[in-house]
């Protein structure tokens, strides 16, 4: 199409907006309101142009008018230019603290900000994170188009209209009670200064350092803006898998480092009291105590627990570390607490035990999504808003199942919401469906997999009606959530709602036969998707910092075993070592003496928790590792002060099997040190022979051990991280697992029945409730680091028990009232949050060491996995005393 | 509150244009929209309880607040403001202590400045409850007020 702009002859396509094609020419056109340049609200004004088209001439915005063929337009004639200076001269009466982009306008135009009316100011000030200044707000709704638009959330809008339209967050309520996610959008749209950051401040040398978030297993790339070592304000990168998105933790998370109570200096408890002493001593002292216990009691008698916190490289020399030098398997991590149940079941089902799919195909590619025991909009923030995007912007149909009324329930086409524990018949109760309905995947089953026989078999008996009273849930929705998923290309999207029970592996495996069945696996937009909680729970895994899997998950005894042997340059001891679990159970009866514990809070995060404290206490000898003077901490010998990820380098593998590259942001603070140098440090003076210089070292011999990151170096990890297998250095990555065959013997995937089996505690007469535990949107497993962020303590004080309104009334409790919560293992106090759950179930969030859910939970295990059952409990409630 | 919005939420569930007419009913059935039935709306509707309040205060007939008893509409056309409306209006808000468009605490009378009721010939007037005052001063605007609370 051929337009002529300022005389100038231009070619541009169909479709395109005048303030579009001019943008592209480097014509800059004044535009205040303008946010999403294919969805303009032509509100400003400001992009008025002249337009001559035949033998009209007339007038019009820019943003609003699209290209037409022949248009000849005038961007900057005089009268435009008084226009625009009238438009500015009426905006800045009223507007004095005009700040940023906007002001540089008026700077531009030569206009004075005026007027001191001071104007009313929203509710939705009163909030620990972002300022709002009425007197810069110009009402060109940015900020609402960000908070619409962008991310789905609709919680700023406009109040009134006219003159005397303002910005308010929901029913003029402050920003939590309206349901803000606290992302930050609003404030990087506004133009004028009126939101801002509260943490930002204008300094003259700002540096951008892109890093990975510390959070969840997302993996989100973060722009941090730092000013004399201390970072100022942060904000999503638009060079990671986020595209620019980010939460509250990504956004603001990162206050931690900065905080009063981290540990500067090691420590050494000598009469019951920590004394600070150089790091030789601390090192010394560890050495020679793990020494004399390995010499005592023998290898097995000392555990590790490494951190799906820290990087692969320090995961990867952390059980090196144990397995080498120590001489033992004792080694796992929290991945355990997790997703053991997702690799165990996944494992046996497709061959392989990771996400099979990707953010990028999930985003754009699903029909689907069948969400089960994930509150991804809490959880897993930037998911949770790429799946209300979806829904919203391209009709992705939606499934939700979990007993409570998750922020997704709203956007779902199904809720189920089953009893916890009763997955398996709800899944096989879906596939008994899909095959009674015959819209299963004939073609698929045939040619991918095995073992269908015996699933028809299994699920047979799981009518509808036999699993409603399973279930509790009305059958009609099984069947309709069943047929719509079986009907679509369907991505499943699950965490640790399946993979916590006693039936973890049963609940895993059986979300894969669903999928194998109706072949939705091996596609883009389809998959089993685990979502993992922490942000480098899958590199953890990946590096072997598991009893029984090495490195690149060899078994151990096995061919790969020798090989690493080999590498390694010594013998691997051969039988596997304990769990998390299993370690706790082992200290307390005296057969586990040492313990060195990396990034781990198990005094908080463990389930009974009573248990876990008095096992610790019988430890011979305890260090570790950590940022700050967690509970865990507390009970050690010795504690070493540890770098955050802020402040160091290494890699990160998100939930997608992508793995990225860290940048330091700031400099250590105090005397702390980078784990993998702490751990190297212990191995030297334990007589190990290891000379690693920085991580990037050890990563080239992680790339010799594990065939996936075999292709991966650091250079070329420097954009946008490689997913593996990345098996050589001319390889892309792989986005989609299992795209033509799977990684199993045969290449088949093999369909893993269960039945379903109660959980190992259900409800009864003396303890009639059922408790289930899980994270807040604000705060983040043990509170380790969110804590210890005002903002985040202001907006969640601390523990609630969320209470179905019937619950509530029959004991006579309301909204706010402390209510006392009691296992067969403890009881704690907590207030009481009456709200959208399942009648008869409570929910506990598990980040509060003071009123801590894991006092109450169980620590019965999956058979497999060894995954304790967090997520079920029998408790009984009454109104404190 | 519940059985009603969503009983009147049902009757306008297949139409079109849905939200405005549910806004209508809900004031017509409470005088007001209350903050709880806007989230009611929001959850049945599948929208965002601040999605349902951008639109609804557009509209300058919805309220979201109650009325009282009694509407005053007192006129502030340039004929009664020469005529001394600015007297009665303040010491209508002193006696009663509220600012024009409010409701007085005890929810008996809600004040409304309007310009111009059509009879500029007994100005400054007020309209209460829909019956006309004319010829007014301070003293009678009040008295007239404390009479029909009797």
């Given at each position: 199409m051929n337009i002529i702009i300022n005389g100038e002859k231009i070619e541009a396509k169909q479709g395109k907006s005048i303030l579009q094609v001019a943008k592209e020419k480097g014509i800059d056109i004044p535009a205040?309101?303008?946010?999403i340049e294919e969805k303009p609200?032509?509100?400003?004004?400001?992009c008025v142009v002249k337009i001559k088209k035949g033998s009209k001439t007339y007038y019009s915005r820019a943003c609003t008018t699209k290209i037409d063929e022949g248009m000849e337009i005038e961007t900057h004639s005089p009268e435009i230019e008084d226009t625009r200076k009238t438009i500015l001269e009426m905006i800045a009466e009223e507007h004095k603290e005009i700040r940023g982009e906007a002001k540089e306008l008026f700077l531009k135009y030569g206009i004075e900000l005026k007027g001191d009316d001071k104007k009313a100011i929203p509710k939705?000030?009163?909030?620990?994170f972002i300022s709002f200044n009425p007197e810069a707000?110009?009402?060109?709704f940015r900020c609402i188009q960000a908070c619409?638009?962008?991310?789905?959330?609709?919680v700023l809008v406009r109040e009134n209209?006219?003159?005397n339209t303002r910005i308010v967050a929901g029913i003029n309520e402050r920003l939590k009670d309206a349901?803000?996610?606290?992302?930050g959008a609003c404030v990087d749209a506004?133009?004028?200064?009126?939101?801002?950051?509260?943490?930002a401040r204008v300094e003259k040398e700002m540096k951008k350092i892109t890093s990975i978030c510390p959070?969840?297993?997302?993996?989100c790339a973060i722009d941090y803006y730092v000013s004399n070592n201390e970072i100022v304000y942060a904000k999503g990168s638009?060079?990671?898998?986020?595209k620019g998105d980010d939460c509250i933790k990504g956004r603001?998370?990162?206050?931690?480092?900065?905080?009063?109570?981290?540990?500067?200096k090691p420590l050494i408890k000598r009469n019951g009291k920590f004394e600070e002493v150089t790091w030789d001593e601390a090192l010394d002292f560890v050495a020679s105590r793990l020494r004399e216990i390995k010499e005592k009691?023998?290898?097995?008698s000392i555990a590790g627990l490494s951190s799906a916190k820290c990087t692969n490289e320090e995961n990867y020399i952390f059980q090196k570390f144990m397995r080498?030098?120590?001489?033992?398997?004792n080694v796992d991590h929290c991945a355990r607490l997790c997703h053991a149940s997702t690799v165990v079941g996944l494992f046996k089902v497709l061959g392989s035990g990771a996400m099979t799919n990707s953010l990028n195909d999930l985003e754009n590619?699903?029909?689907?999504y069948f969400v089960i025991g994930s509150n991804t909009t809490h959880a897993h923030p930037v998911i949770g808003t790429m799946i209300k995007r979806a829904v919203k912007r391209r009709g992705a149909r939606l499934i939700v199942a979990d007993p409570r009324d998750i922020e997704l329930s709203e956007y779902a086409d199904v809720h189920i919401k089953q009893r916890p524990g009763t997955d398996v018949a709800l899944i096989n109760g879906m596939m008994h469906i899909i095959i009674s309905q015959g819209l299963e995947d004939k073609e698929f089953i045939e040619n991918r997999t095995e073992g269908f026989e015996k699933l028809r078999e299994i699920v047979k008996k799981y009518t509808p009606e036999y699993v409603e009273k399973i279930t509790g849930v009305p059958k009609e929705e099984i069947i309709k959530a069943a047929v719509l998923y079986a009907t679509h290309r369907s991505a499943i999207i699950y965490a640790m709602g399946i993979t916590q029970h006693t039936s973890g592996t049963a609940n895993v495996a059986s979300l894969a036969n669903l999928a194998l069945l109706t072949g939705n696996?091996?596609?883009?937009?389809?998959g089993v998707n685990p979502l993992r909680g922490q942000n480098n729970v899958q590199g953890a895994g990946d590096m072997g910092a598991l009893p029984n899997l090495l490195p690149g998950y060899a078994k151990l005894k096995t061919e790969k075993a020798r090989k690493i042997e080999k590498t390694w340059g010594g013998k691997i001891p051969d039988n596997e070592g304990l769990t998390v679990v299993e370690m706790m159970h082992a200290a307390s009866k005296g057969m586990i003496k040492g313990m060195y514990i990396m990034?781990?809070?198990?005094?908080?995060?463990?389930?009974n928790q009573k248990h876990v404290i008095k096992s610790l206490k019988n430890l011979e000898f305890l260090v570790v590792q950590d940022l700050f003077m967690s509970e865990t901490a507390q009970l050690a010998d010795v504690v070493l002060p540890a770098a955050s990820s802020l402040e160091k380098e290494g890699t990160f593998t998100n939930t997608e099997r992508r793995v990225q590259l860290l940048h330091r942001v700031v400099e250590p603070v105090g005397d702390t040190k980078p784990d993998w140098w702490i751990i190297q440090e212990i191995a030297k003076r334990m007589g190990a022979d290891w000379n690693y210089k920085c991580p990037q070292d050890i990563f080239e011999e992680i790339r010799n051990v594990v065939a996936q990151y075999h292709g991966i170096t650091y250079e070329r990890l420097e954009n946008a991280g490689l997913q593996w297998?990345?098996?050589?250095?001319?390889h892309e990555g792989t986005?989609?697992?299992?795209?033509?065959?799977?990684?199993?013997i045969n290449g088949l995937a093999k369909f893993t029945p269960y039945e379903y089996e109660a959980p190992a505690e259900v409800p009864d007469e003396e303890y009639p409730f059922v408790l289930t535990t899980g994270r807040t949107y604000e705060h983040f497993h043990?509170?380790?680091?969110?804590?210890?962020?005002d903002g985040f303590n202001k907006l969640i004080p601390g523990a609630f028990a969320e209470i179905h309104p019937e619950d509530a009334e029959k004991l006579g409790i309301s909204d706010g009232d402390c209510i006392e919560v009691e296992s067969r293992r403890g009881k704690i106090k907590v207030s009481a949050k009456i709200g959208g759950?399942?009648?008869g179930v409570i929910f506990i969030p598990?980040?509060?060491?003071?009123?801590?859910?894991n006092i109450l939970t169980?620590?019965?295990?999956?058979?497999?996995?060894?995954?304790?059952?967090?997520?079920v409990a029998a408790v009984k409630l009454k109104k404190c005393q | 509150m519940e059985d009603k919005v969503v009983e009147i939420i049902e009757k306008h569930r297949?139409?079109?244009?849905k939200l405005l007419a549910i806004l209508h009913d809900v004031q017509d059935k409470f005088g007001y929209i209350p903050e709880d039935a806007i989230k009611i709306i929001a959850r049945e509707l599948k929208m965002k309880k601040g999605e349902i309040y951008d639109t609804a205060s557009f509209?300058?007939?919805?309220?979201?607040k109650p009325e009282g008893r009694h509407e005053v509409l007192v006129c502030d056309c340039i004929v009664c403001h020469i005529k001394g409306a600015e007297d009665i209006i303040k010491r209508l808000e002193d006696e009663f202590k509220v600012t024009m468009g409010e409701t007085t605490k005890d929810g008996k009378y809600t004040f409304k400045m309007v310009e111009g009721l059509g009879h500029c010939e007994e100005s400054p007037v007020m309209m209460v409850d829909g019956k006309l005052y004319g010829n007014l001063t301070p003293d009678r605007a009040v008295e007239i007020l404390r009479r029909c609370e009797q």
């Open positions: 205040l309101c303008n946010l609200i032509g509100s400003c004004g400001l939705l000030v009163e909030n620990p707000c110009i009402s060109c619409s638009l962008i991310k789905e959330n609709h209209r006219g003159m349901g803000c996610a606290f992302c506004c133009p004028t200064g009126a939101l801002m950051d509260l943490t959070y969840c297993g997302v993996g638009l060079r990671g898998v986020n603001y998370g990162w206050q931690f480092v900065n905080s009063e109570e981290r540990l500067k009691y023998g290898a097995d080498m030098v120590i001489g033992t398997n590619d699903a029909e689907l696996v091996g596609k883009r937009g389809t990034g781990e809070n198990p005094a908080v995060s463990d389930p297998p990345c098996p050589e250095e001319n986005e989609i697992l299992h795209e033509n065959m799977f990684p199993t043990t509170g380790t680091l969110t804590r210890k962020i759950i399942k009648k598990f980040h509060f060491a003071e009123s801590a859910a169980n620590d019965a295990l999956d058979p497999e996995a060894k995954i304790p059952e967090l997520k | 297949k139409d079109d244009a509209y300058s007939f919805f309220r979201f």
